[in-house]
Nanobody, 130 residues
Framework: QVQLVESGGGLVQAGGSLRLSCASSGRTFSSYAMGWFRQAPGKEREIVAAISLTGGGTYYADSVKGRFTISRDNAKNTVYLEMNSLKPEDTAVYYC???????????????????????WGQGTQVTVSS
């Protein structure tokens, strides 16, 4: 089982940047596809980005394409989310999540639903002021 701890959230002005980190316990981090999800008040949890076991494959929600970058360092058991050009609508609690095995469902389809990720961190608040 993997335990996940997020950090790096905070308050930033619109147009600013933040970098989230998610540290994982255990020795099999490279066996997990990793995802970043977010949940705003009154809204459902949604995927933001996900990354494959080696980092060679990534998925981004349309709302963050070109602004956010997901990466991972398997030697450090850590996944990152670099967030640039932040907007007030990016305000949410951001969660790191993990699933065993591939990010790829089939063809060009990915595992992007929250119920497909059994392991979750506690979340970190990101607030973007206008």
């Amino acid at each position: 089982q993997v335990q996940l701890v997020e950090s790096g959230g905070g308050l930033v002005q619109a147009g600013g940047s933040l970098r989230l980190s998610c540290a994982s316990s255990g020795r099999t981090f490279s066996s997990y596809a990793m995802g970043w999800f977010r949940q705003a008040p009154g809204k459902e949890r949604e995927i933001v980005a996900a990354i494959s076991l080696t980092g060679g494959g990534t998925y981004y929600a349309d709302s963050v394409k070109g602004r956010f970058t997901i990466s991972r360092d398997n030697a450090k058991n850590t996944v990152y989310l670099e967030m640039n050009s932040l907007k007030p609508e990016d305000t949410a609690v951001y969660y790191c999540a993990a699933k065993v095995g591939s990010l790829f469902l089939s063809g060009n389809r990915y595992y992007t639903a929250s119920h497909e990720y059994p392991y979750w961190g506690q979340g970190t608040q990101v607030t973007v002021s206008s």
